[in-house]
Nanobody
Framework: QVQLVESGGGLVQTGDSLRLSCAAS????????MAWFRQTPGKARDFVSA????????YYADPVKGRFTISRDNGANTVDLQMNSLKPEDTAVYYC????????????????????WGQGTQVTVSS
């Protein structure tokens, strides 16, 4: 089990950038697949991006490809999400998630693959 704490959310304008960070506890962070999901009121929690433990593979949902970049620092036990060219439709609560397993691309995008979640951080993009 790992404990996850997100930070970096806030209120920005269309076209701005924001960087989210997720700090994880635990001595085996480097073996976990890490991901970001997002959720708006009344809707399901949607996949945003994932990164394997080694950082060798990254995956992105189509709406964020080319604008968001996921990265991790296994020495610092952190995973970041750099969000550029933000749009109002990016407004959501963003959640960090961790899975102890090496996941395929399709599995990386499934909520059920993750058994550790942070509390979420709000991102609001005004038009």
């Amino acid at each position: 089990q790992v404990q996850l704490v997100e930070s970096g959310g806030g209120l920005v304008q269309t076209g701005d950038s924001l960087r989210l960070s997720c700090a994880a506890s635990g001595r085996t962070f480097g073996s976990y697949t890490m991901a970001w999901f997002r959720q708006t009121p009344g809707k399901a929690r949607d996949f945003v991006s994932a990164i394997r433990g080694s950082g060798s593979r990254t995956y992105y949902a189509d709406p964020v490809k080319g604008r968001f970049t996921i990265s991790r620092d296994n020495g610092a036990n952190t995973v970041d999400l750099q969000m550029n060219s933000l749009k109002p439709e990016d407004t959501a609560v963003y959640y960090c998630a961790a899975s102890r397993y090496l996941l395929s691309e399709s599995a990386s995008a499934a909520r059920e693959s993750y058994d550790n979640w942070g509390q979420g951080t709000q991102v609001t993009v005004s038009s």
